[in-house]
């Protein structure tokens, strides 16, 4: 069986994470030390061809930065909560239109 093919991510999975230390200004000692793991051991994650979910997930609780949120931004495939989130939006901004319309035929009819 052949060895499968690295996966090219679209983002630098590692660069991330290091943006996510540099925001919150943890080295890698720290890093470490929040993930219970030597700090040689944060090296050789940070060298890695990929990174395991589970660590990941560890990773951003200790850094409070959300990669997750990153890497699905960096996904390009649209949500279909957003769209819809969108047509809600338009269809508030549509009745508010409307009542206001209704409450100025109210008042005319007042008069």
């Given at each position: 069986?052949?060895?499968s ?13 290091h ?22 051991s944060?090296h050789?994650l ?7 979910v589970?660590?990941l997930?560890t990773i ?5 930065v959300n990669?997750?949120?990153?890497l699905?931004?960096?996904i390009?495939i ?5 769209k819809e ?25 007042k008069?």
């Amino acid at each position: 069986m052949k060895p499968s093919k690295p996966i090219k991510l679209p983002v630098d999975l590692h660069k991330l994470i290091h943006d996510a230390m540099a925001e919150t200004r943890m080295s890698t000692v720290i890093l470490a030390d929040k993930l219970g793991i030597g700090n040689s051991s944060v090296h050789y994650l940070l060298k890695r061809r990929g990174v395991q979910v589970g660590r990941l997930w560890t990773i951003c609780e200790a850094t409070g930065v959300n990669i997750f949120r990153q890497l699905a931004d960096a996904i390009d495939i649209h949500n279909p909560v957003d769209k819809e989130k969108e047509q809600l939006k338009k269809e508030i901004e549509d009745l508010k239109k409307e009542r206001e319309i209704l409450r100025d035929v109210i008042s005319l009819m007042k008069k």
